[in-house]
């Protein structure tokens, strides 16, 4: 039987926590290894995860970002079969052998499955569900352009050889960048909808605006040139309302979904202000900006 570790990266995630690790707990084909990267957590994640005897707790002592704890998780496991779930995700019992399967084929480096949108109460909920998917759809790809991070199964080998994922990309974007360094090595990857996870998160208006905008603003190549006051006006236009806001607003028209054009318009106030705000901080604290954003000199 091929021997799969499994690992949950975590941040502040007590609430999805155990549903998770249970759901890893009762796969069909049992993984070797579970271990929880804490990523420095303010809340009890990492006492949660303590609990179960099955778990492996490995712990940063500050919050260094999404990718750096895909990293050490792949660093750690005993397994050449590496797999990740996210903490507010529950997999079903066949998740790990519909996965397992794929890798007969030598090319095949990582395949990624279909995650289901579970919690769809609130305008914001569904607005997610509707522009924020992290799923190819109902067939199989042979060769997507990127798997998902929320849930996967990599060769560990493939990924330390293409030099794992990049910290910079703390929060979001790091999943696509590796896949397309490990297309780059000669890689293959397979997207598997049967491989089933639900996504449990919930959100606000507020919530969602700010999840929206770190998933496009870090995993884009926006401010090529570096972020000045007169640079965040002109994507306030040329970005945020030519391209992004049409297109929301078009999507949503065309599926009459017309519930969610409010927060569709709230994007084109929401993102110059992060932006503004971003290049504020960035005149004290060149740090605080994206490795692709160069800096501004200060005047």
């Known amino acids: 039987m091929t021997k799969i570790s499994v690992y949950i990266p975590a941040y502040n995630v007590a609430e999805f926590l155990p549903k998770s690790i249970e759901s890893l707990l009762a796969q069909t084909l049992p993984p070797d290894e579970i271990l929880v990267v804490d990523d420095g957590s303010r809340d009890a994640s990492a006492e949660i995860a303590a609990r179960y005897p099955q778990v492996t707790l490995i712990?940063?002592?500050?919050?260094?970002?999404?990718?750096?704890?895909?990293?050490?998780?792949?660093?750690?496991?005993?397994?050449?079969?590496?797999?990740?779930?996210?903490?507010?995700?529950?997999?079903?019992?066949?998740?790990?052998?519909?996965?397992?399967?794929?890798?007969?084929?030598?090319?095949?480096?990582?395949?990624?499955?279909?995650?289901?949108?579970?919690?769809?109460?609130?305008?914001?909920?569904?607005?997610?569900?509707?522009?924020?998917?992290q799923e190819w759809g109902a067939e199989p790809i042979d060769d997507p352009q990127f798997l998902f991070g929320c849930n996967n199964l990599f060769r560990k080998s493939a990924v330390l050889e293409a030099g794992g994922y990049d910290e910079a990309m703390r929060t979001n974007g790091e999943d696509a960048e590796l896949s397309r360094k490990l297309h780059e090595h000669g890689w293959k990857l397979f997207y598997d909808?049967?491989?089933?996870?639900?996504?449990?998160?919930?959100?606000?208006?507020?919530?969602?605006l700010d999840a929206y905008w770190r998933w496009l603003f870090y995993s884009s190549k926006w401010y090529p040139n570096g972020m000045s006051l007169l640079t965040v006006c002109g994507y306030a236009v040329m970005i945020h309302f030519r391209y992004m806001l049409r297109t929301l607003v078009s999507r949503d028209l065309r599926a009459r979904r017309f519930e969610l054009l409010g927060i569709d318009f709230l994007t084109l106030f929401y993102f110059p202000y992060r932006e503004l705000r971003l290049w504020r901080i960035s005149r004290t604290d060149p740090s605080v900006l994206p490795r692709h954003i160069p800096n501004q000199p200060t005047p």
């Open 59 to 133: 712990r940063h002592e500050r919050n260094r970002g999404l990718a750096a704890a895909r990293n050490t998780a792949f660093r750690a496991a005993r397994n050449e079969f590496v797999a990740s779930l996210d903490a507010d995700c529950v997999a079903e019992p066949d998740w790990l052998a519909s996965l397992v399967r794929h890798f007969d084929d030598p090319k095949i480096a990582g395949a990624g499955g279909r995650l289901i949108e579970g919690v769809r109460r609130t305008v914001a909920d569904r607005w997610r569900c509707a522009h924020m998917a």
């Open 193 to 208: 909808p049967l491989a089933r996870a639900t996504h449990l998160r919930h959100d606000t208006i507020r919530s969602i």
